[in-house]
């Protein structure tokens, strides 16, 4: 992927590039086996949030505008905490929801800001593959920058 190519290429560590890249491609080396994800990524008014996009489809999930064909539901805002969302999630659920059905919600902490730097990017990229594909990757962040949440 280019993409994210490019937003390791610029480091002039050759140690954390190629650290960096390595985890990177453990990523894609697995995903490329797996299907594509139908995933929704709301903020805490549920509506649609277009901010992991690149980071959702590098993980090997599909953005799915509709929440109805989504199998994964995310809560993301910007300068908004896992906590602070947990409070906010429960009146924002609807029990027809697929995924709310099946347990696929989950919240992920703001890295939005930090996205722009390539080693937090790659952090979220391991998180979000961790949530998309779980028990395909551990990298051991549930509970510190995301959670399932189950009503």
């Given amino acids: 992927m280019s993409f994210l190519n490019a937003v390791i ?9 190629e650290a960096l890249q390595e985890r990177i491609d453990i990523i894609l080396h697995k995903i490329k ?5 139908p995933v929704a990524v709301l903020d805490s008014y549920n509506n649609p949030s277009r901010l ?7 993980a090997g999930g599909e953005i799915s ?3 109805m064909e989504a199998q994964i539901i995310i809560y993301h805002e910007q300068r908004v905490g896992m906590l602070e969302m947990m409070g906010i999630l429960p ?4 029990h027809e929801w697929p995924a709310v059905k099946y347990r ?3 919240i ?32 051991g962040n549930e509970g510190k920058t995301w959670t399932g949440f189950a009503i």
């Fill in 9 to 17: 290429n610029n480091i002039e560590d050759e140690d954390l590039r």
């Fill in 33 to 37: 086996f797996m299907d594509k994800v």
């Fill in 52 to 58: 992991l996009d690149v980071v959702i489809e590098s």
């Fill in 65 to 67: 505008p509709d929440v």
């Fill in 91 to 94: 009146s924002l659920l609807n």
């Fill in 104 to 106: 696929k919600v989950y």
């Fill in 108 to 139: 992920l902490d703001d890295h939005s800001a930090y996205l722009s730097d390539p080693q937090h990017f790659v952090n979220t990229l391991e998180d979000v593959a961790e949530v998309l594909h779980y028990g395909y990757f551990v990298f």
